[in-house]
């Protein structure tokens, strides 16, 4: 990743504001390193993203109001990484769920094109964000789950994207998990 360090960025941007989030991706960037060597060739980017991929909660960055689009807008405008990491902070825990609730899921897919984003590291990513608390601490993915549809209501955007991604969540995990069992 040219000219930024992926840790001190989500450090400037999170530590102060939102200590919780800077927490849980500090939480979500160990786990990537602890299976990086079951990535092969995509564990610095896995590891870079999972350092990034809520960025985009923090207030300067925040213009659609949907932090995966908003970090990933940053990273490609202001050159930090390339366009599989952009595409994978973009897409990371089935976000195309969430942004097509948010009736911005065309703008997700014209501007990062999942396919962009290598199939093995998005699986990883959101391993790694789908075995991680808000406060950084392991937790399988079912408790994830029902972590994040217990703190958002059934009526919210967030609750309906979870509900609606849960299948597509745990096949991600499960083959990340395989992934790692066969290393």
């Not at 610095?44 to 300067?60: K, M, Q, T």
Request: glycine share 8%.
């Amino acid at each position: 990743m040219p000219d930024v360090d992926a840790r001190e960025l989500c450090r400037s941007l999170l530590e102060a504001e939102l200590p919780q989030r800077w927490a849980h991706c500090q939480g979500v960037a160990r786990q990537a390193a602890s299976i990086g060597p079951a990535l092969d060739e995509f564990g610095a980017l896995v590891e870079s993203a999972a350092w990034l991929h809520d960025i985009g909660y923090a207030a300067p960055l925040a213009h659609a109001g949907f932090h995966p689009l908003d970090g990933a807008r940053y990273l490609r405008d202001a050159g930090i990484g390339s366009r599989p990491l952009w595409t994978l902070v973009a897409h990371h825990t089935c976000a195309v769920t969430e942004a097509e609730e948010r009736g911005l899921g065309g703008e997700l897919a014209a501007e990062f094109p999942i396919e962009d984003a290598p199939r093995t590291a998005l699986s990883a990513l959101t391993y790694c964000d789908m075995t991680t608390g808000p406060d950084g601490s392991p937790l399988d993915v079912e408790q994830r789950i029902a972590e994040i549809l217990a703190r958002y209501g059934p009526g919210d955007v967030v609750h309906r994207s979870i509900s609606r991604a849960a299948p597509l969540l745990r096949a991600q995990v499960a083959e990340t998990e395989a992934r790692i069992a066969a290393s």
